[in-house]
T-cell receptor, first 117, second 108 residues
C-alpha cells in the first residue's frame, strides 16, 4: 500500500460526458502527479501540482483539467469524453518538489479505470 | 522529441541476473533517471534512482554511462515474483517521460 488513494476504482460513462477523478496523496506529500495509461500510448504524464499550484504540464488535452485543493487532495476533470479517453488514470505523490519531478520518488495510487462507451 | 525506448519483453529463469536497458536521448542534465516496477492492475512502484555511474540498493543496481544516453537496470537472481513490467522515467524537454516498458517473464 503506497498510501495514495484514488476514487472511484472503476468508472463507466458515455461519450460526451464529464467525470471527476479524485486523489488523496500520502500524508505530508505536497506534490501530486496525474498520469494516463492506455495500451497504445503507454504511461503518459498529464500534469503536476505542488502545494496547490500547477508545477508542470505534460500531454494533457484541453478537455482535461486538474486542481489541487488546500487539503492537498487533487481532482482530475475529464470532459466531452471520447472513446479514446478510456484508460487507467493514476495519481502519484511525492514529498518534495524538484524541477519537473525527475528527482522525486513518486508513490502511485491504485488507479481509476475509466471506460467510455 | 526522441522516444525513450526499452525492449518490449524479456524472458528469464529463476536465479538468473536480468539486465534491462532504456535508451534516452537529450535528457535533462540535472534530473535523475528512475526505474519503476508495475504489476497488473496496480500503480507503478519505485525500484531505484540514479544520476550517473552506478547505484545499488537492496533489490537492484542501476548503471548509467557518462553520456547518460542510456541506463541499465540490473536485477540479481530474479524470482517468479519479479514477473512484471519495468519502466524507466526521465525528464526530456521539461516533461516527465516514461519509457515504453519491458515485460519481464520469469520461469521456474
Amino acid at each position: 500500500d503506497s498510501g495514495v488513494t484514488q476514487t472511484p476504482k472503476h468508472l463507466i460513462t458515455a461519450t460526451g460526458q464529464r467525470v471527476t477523478l479524485r486523489c488523496s496523496p500520502r500524508s505530508g506529500d505536497l506534490s501530486v502527479y496525474w498520469y494516463q495509461q492506455s495500451l497504445d500510448q503507454g504511461l503518459q504524464f498529464l500534469i503536476q501540482y505542488y502545494n496547490g499550484e500547477e508545477r508542470a504540464k505534460g500531454n494533457i488535452l484541453e478537455r482535461f483539467s486538474a486542481q489541487q485543493f488546500p487539503d492537498l487532495h487533487s481532482e482530475l476533470n475529464l470532459s466531452s469524453l471520447e472513446l479514446g479517453d478510456s484508460a487507467l488514470y493514476f495519481c502519484a505523490s511525492s514529498a518534495s518538489i524538484s524541477g519537473t519531478g525527475g528527482t522525486d520518488t513518486q508513490y502511485f495510487g491504485p488507479g481509476t479505470r475509466l471506460t467510455v462507451l | 522529441l526522441a522516444k525513450t525506448t526499452q525492449p518490449i519483453s524479456m524472458d528469464s529463469y529463476e536465479g538468473q541476473e536480468v539486465n534491462i536497458t532504456c535508451s534516452h536521448n537529450n535528457i535533462a542534465t540535472n534530473d535523475y533517471i528512475t526505474w519503476y516496477q508495475q504489476f497488473p492492475s496496480q500503480g507503478p512502484r519505485f525500484i531505484i534512482q540514479g544520476y550517473k555511474t552506478k547505484v545499488t540498493n537492496e533489490v537492484a543496481s542501476l548503471f548509467i554511462p557518462a553520456d547518460r544516453k542510456s541506463s541499465t537496470l540490473s536485477l540479481p537472481r530474479v524470482s517468479l515474483s519479479d514477473t512484471a513490467v519495468y519502466y524507466c522515467l526521465v525528464v526530456q524537454a521539461d516533461k516527465l517521460i516514461f519509457g515504453t516498458g519491458t515485460r519481464l517473464q520469469v520461469f521456474p
